[in-house]
């Protein structure tokens, strides 16, 4: 049972490191993602920052990857000595970690880890800092393991499973990006504060029929204005209509599918909305 | 026409002259397309703010201008509508650099006055050269001299504090470093400001790091309350009823034009590495929809019970950094909604040197 107890770290430890810089690498990727609010660079100066969040990330990749890469014999070989260095490396990489967020705690406590990107951005408590040294531990106990193998008997194997799964749950337990990831999960932002690209607007506006009704009517190829206020982002065209110059209202819906577009027509010269083209035409498409 | 190759063209440039006309349409055409007409006719407020006679139209309680004279009776102010003569009220209060009786105002002083009834000649506030910086301090010379950044829209100002006011100044403002924020009222002189007077409790944690408002569900809730403040005109008209706003559309406003100046590797002793791109912060501490220069809102001081309907006339994302709360008249809610000018806080019944007021907003008025 104790093999079995060593064996689940190390696919455990591999997944954890690269789920971690998967969650950095999105954050970093976001073209509006905030910067770091929450993570150990903060602790550093600003010109420090981002080389030590890029050795962090390198850290974490290559240790994960190794763990992976010197887990399992390949033909006759077995890679004892990498192997080794990675397993001690991901216990030491763990247990400067419990040290640098134990400062955190102090230093500034209304951060979080940064552990998972954004999603880390409770404030550090004693469980954030035990999910490190539990990790910590788990490298600790992969010292000196052989390579791992498929399990010879389904006893065997569901004896895998249950301490994979008794040491996800106390993972869980210990990580407060988990609730973080429910929420997200189930959440979403409001069309008031929905960013949208103005392209996707007019592409939107392009496609309804309100603008088929009006197109004939437009005079220029650029609108001559673009604002948003709230949920609708409002496009005005130049036009010509009844032979006097007109401004052609569309009010686009900031929906991602089948947005809602309405039309109006007013006098450019004295602000009248004009007779039967001018009257509010709504559709939704 | 179908390509767009050029959506920069539509961004609202708060400092351009020559677009008032454009924003004082968007809630006549706004109206025209949805159908939502107030009896208000809020085209008249943002046509009338245009320009700097049409902005004073628009006030009903304030007047700017430049002291020509003064008596414990009569002030004289140089308006843009002219030399104007105002009775002050026998309990008038006066304030330069504090409290102060209206005689002891000086001459060629720039004054904000209230009147005591809208429209009426009577005056019954007067405060004369008060400034207000707000922002991110970059740099400290010494116990007393700040160099605060405004954000990429306001530029960076200079902050006195005199020995007189260091004890008053400290006891809010603990933290007097590059990378904190601070926020004093105090009397405007060529080239800094002279901090007088705290106006909010300096936040704990740094410029950059506000903390992020709770997650909204369904639709963001109208109307919204929270603390009112004002600013210094800057390149405004001093006389502008208006607010800066802190959710700014980012596709179309000061978000794609301000720019922080760059910063160089390696050049660690400089004070770009303080400076703060509220921009690049999140929403502060308050969700607020996004909106555009022109949009209407109803405002409400809830402290004096009255309400305005008040345009965006610019962005005032530095607000978001401020997750603090406005005590004036019982505990707003925390976050700034609103970042008012001189003369719309004043029009509003604010005082300019408590700094904010507890607000509730309705968009769209």
Known sequence: ?????????????????????L???????????????????????????RPIMILVFAVELGLGLGLFGTAVKFGRSWPALPATVVRTGTAL??????????EMRQRRPDSGCGCFGELSGTPIGLRTIAR?????????????????????????????????????????????????????????????????????????????????????QVSAGMPSDVWREGCWRFVVYPGYA???????????????????????????????????????????? | MRHLADIPRWCDDVTDSASPTRFARRSLLRAAVLGRRDESDFSLIITDNSDADGADRSLKYTVTGRILDVSPH?????????????????????????????????????????????????????????????????????PASLLVDEGPAKGRRIVLIGPEATGRIQVRFPRLEPGYLIDVIGLKHDGYLQALIPATSQPPYRAGHPPAAPMVSGHVPDPVSGTAVWHEPGEEPVNLLGLAYPALDPETSCEHAASMPPVCPGDQNTVEEW?????????????????????????????????????????????????????????SRKGRIADLTMAAFVELGGALEVGCFNATMMIGG
């Open chain 1, 132 to 216: 490190p040294g539990l990790l910590c531990a788990s490298a600790v106990a992969t010292l000196g393991l052989p390579p791992l193998r498929m399990p010879s008997s389904p006893t065997e194997a569901e004896l895998w499973l249950a301490v994979l799964a008794f040491e996800l749950a106390l993972i869980a337990f210990l990580s407060p990006e988990l609730g973080e990831i429910m929420v997200r999960l189930g959440y979403s932002e409001p069309c008031e504060l929905r960013r949208m690209p103005v392209g996707r607007t007019m592409s939107a506006l392009h496609a309804s029929s309100p603008w088929r009704r009006y197109a004939g």
């Open chain 1, 93 to 102: 990489f763990f247990l400067v970690a419990v040290r640098v967020l134990n």
């Open chain 2, 74 to 142: 009569i002030l004289v102010l140089h308006t843009g509508r002219g030399e104007q003569r105002f009775p002050i009220a026998a309990s008038a209060e006066a304030w330069r650099g504090g409290p102060v009786s209206p005689a002891a105002l000086r001459q060629g002083d720039r004054a904000i006055v209230r009147r005591r009834h809208p429209g009426g000649p009577v005056l019954d506030r007067i405060w004369a050269e008060i400034g207000r910086v707000t922002g991110t301090i970059i740099e400290r010379d010494g």
């Open chain 1, 242 to 285: 009844r032979g006097r110059p007109v401004d052609i209202v569309f009010a686009v819906y900031l929906q991602s599918r089948r947005p809602a577009v309405r039309a109006a027509v007013l006098d450019a010269d004295t602000d009248e909305v004009l007779g039967p083209t001018g009257t509010r035409e709504s559709a939704v498409l």
């Open chain 2, 275 to 331: 400076a703060v791109d509220p921009h690049a912060t999140g929403s502060g501490c308050v969700r607020l929809p996004y909106l555009s220069v022109g949009s209407l809102i109803r405002l409400r001081n809830d402290c004096a019970e009255q309400t305005r309907v008040v345009p965006v006339t610019s962005c005032g994302a530095t607000a978001r950094l401020f997750c603090d709360r406005c005590v004036t008249c019982g505990t």
């Open chain 1, 1 to 21: 049972m104790l093999t079995a107890i060593r064996e689940v770290q190390i696919p455990l430890l591999a997944a954890m490191l690269l789920g971690a810089c």
């Open chain 1, 23 to 49: 969650a950095k690498a999105w954050r970093a990727l976001r073209p509006h993602a905030h910067p770091a609010r929450s993570d150990p660079a903060g602790l550093f100066l600003a010109h420090l920052r």
